[in-house]
């Protein structure tokens, strides 16, 4: 039987279904006259809207975008795409292409601010019955603050019957709002009560308004309340400082643990150092330049790319210009920024000499939304948690393997190291290959967060010294604490004296710390450190 009835309905369906959608598609058609016609405008939009049309959500979206037109041959209603001189139409009422007319066969659907406004509220209450919870909870959203005593019955209705938490508690919230507004004095403070330490924006100007009332129950309630509330959003303001400052401060940490390396093994001052943190950027640019379907994955891929390339290039530089130069700091130092300067007109002349766009991917986009006054950009998150896995993986190579026990050994005391055999000049090769490899991976990291371009390694080199020296020449440890100190400490300075001046402080303070403590944070241990 019930085979049977299945059978029929779908029978039934396949003569009166095509009709039916045809009428509702035909809808818009029928009310054509009506939306050219600005006194009629507004009654052929509450049509729209309390019609039974799968569209109607469509139309009206179209009329707020200013997209609906009516051809005047036919009084069709179409949706026009400006193209040359005319446009290219499609029909409103099944999306059939109606080719390409010029500008005057066509007839905008006008609106004012008004409707605009009576627009947003129909598309919001299609919304409230999405079958999407995210959609329902963007259209409450949309509507707090907004609601007449038809908006708050519709969603005190809706609210009980919601399935979704989230939607069902901030439809709560919708309605404690609107009471906040026209409930009596007793609704007020029960409401005042119930709503807590609320940080929205929405919430926080009922309140302000509240605690202006003549009333002088309700406007001390909503005093009192408004402490509370700006008092956590001046600590979510402070995390929120704190956690820039960790951004910014894993990006110094990252691109200073390669120069810390170096510098502290071998003792050379790599002025090229940021030239590896260009040329990793432009391993994800030329990733996502190739194959740029690909871009969702590019960044994992561009890391062990961004890495082999630095370290060769690190590697040759050390074969062929540095080797020469050990026991010479300043030829080394010079010739290091001679190279530097050969990199960047290298990349200028074979790529552009303006910056390039690297994209990211979705999963590094939007925000990590902890409470409406505190959210965590993604990207900023995970380069912090990078940062502190490189720190992981380069320590546990130090510190475990028969390479790092070598490093340690040459970095503390290079006469014994040479007399117990270890062969201090491929050591040497190899550390600066690894310092300029972790290099290219910071320029990965750093592609996400600011332009890549010839002259982006100029801005991290200065930084990175400071941060090195901070910490403590070679010690691993003390790069990674004095880069996130310096850059929380940067963050907090900003507001209060601004982005320059706080750099300036920053290095006032650094040449302070030195003259006091000149072998940094955590100084490097071992016969040879002091020398």
């Excluded at 019930?2 to 509702?24: D, H, N, R, T």
């Excluded at 600005?38 to 200013?66: F, M, P």
């Excluded at 004095?185 to 100007?205: M, W």
């Amino acid at each position: 039987m019930k085979v049977l009835a299945g059978l029929l309905c779908s029978l039934l369906w396949s003569f009166v279904g095509p009709s039916l959608a045809a009428e509702q598609g035909d809808l818009i058609d029928t009310l054509s006259e009506e939306l050219r016609n600005r006194k009629t405008v507004e009654q052929a939009i509450d049509k729209i809207a309390e019609s039974e049309s799968e569209r109607r959500a469509l139309w009206l979206e179209a009329i707020l975008e200013g997209n609906l037109y009516v051809r005047k041959s036919d009084k069709k209603a179409v949706f026009a795409v400006k193209e040359g001189s005319g446009f290219s139409l499609t029909a409103a009422s099944d999306d059939a292409s109606l080719g390409t007319v010029g500008k005057r066969e066509v007839s905008k659907v006008k609106i004012n601010n008004a409707l605009r406004g009576k627009l947003r509220t129909a598309l919001a209450q299609l919304a409230l019955t999405n079958p999407d919870p995210q959609k329902r909870l963007a259209a409450v959203e949309q509507m707090l603050g907004d609601l007449d005593d038809d908006k708050a019955d519709a969603i005190r209705q809706l609210e009980k019957d919601e399935p979704d938490a989230d939607v069902k508690s901030l439809m709560g919230l919708a309605g404690s709002i609107y009471q906040l507004t026209v409930g009596a004095k007793e609704q007020k403070l029960a409401v005042i009560d119930s709503l807590g330490i609320n940080t929205r924006p929405i919430v926080v100007q009922r309140l302000e308004m509240l605690a202006l009332s003549d009333d002088a129950e309700v406007a001390a309630s909503a005093s009192n309340m408004l402490k509370k509330i700006r008092s956590r959003i001046s600590l979510f303001e402070k995390v929120e400082t704190l956690l820039f400052g960790l951004s910014l401060g894993s990006v110094l940490a990252m691109a200073a643990i390669g120069l810390a390396i170096t510098f502290g093994v071998m003792g050379v001052i790599n002025m090229a150092h940021g030239e590896m943190i260009m040329i990793g950027a432009y391993c994800t640019w030329f990733l996502q330049h190739m194959l740029p379907g690909f871009i969702e994955y590019s960044l994992i891929v561009a890391i062990p790319l961004a890495f082999s390339l630095t370290f060769i290039v690190g590697m040759v530089i050390e074969f062929f210009v540095i080797r020469h130069l050990y026991g010479r700091p300043l030829e080394t130092l010079l010739a290091t920024f001679g190279i530097s300067l050969l990199l960047q007109q290298t990349v200028r002349t074979l790529v552009s000499p303006q910056n390039v766009p690297v994209s990211n991917p979705s999963w590094l986009t939007g925000q990590l939304q902890i409470d409406p006054a505190l959210s965590i950009a993604v990207n900023r998150l995970v380069i912090f948690v990078f940062c502190l896995l490189v720190f992981a993986v380069l320590m546990w190579l130090l510190k475990k393997t028969f390479f790092g026990l070598k490093v340690r050994a040459v970095s503390q005391n290079r006469q014994m190291a040479r007399a117990m055999g270890a062969q201090s000049s491929r050591i040497d090769a190899m550390t600066f290959g690894l310092g300029a490899g972790i290099a290219g991976v910071a320029g990965v990291a750093l592609s996400q967060l600011t332009n890549v371009g010839p002259n982006m390694g100029q801005a991290y080199i200065v930084d990175s010294f400071m941060v090195v020296v901070f910490g403590g020449v070679g010690n691993l440890w003390g790069t990674l604490l004095a880069g996130l100190s310096l850059g929380i400490v940067n963050k907090f300075l900003e507001p209060w004296v601004g982005a320059v001046v706080a750099k300036i402080v920053v290095l006032v303070f650094i040449i302070l710390f030195i003259q006091r403590y000149p072998r940094g944070l955590f100084p490097q241990r071992g016969r040879a450190a002091g020398n």
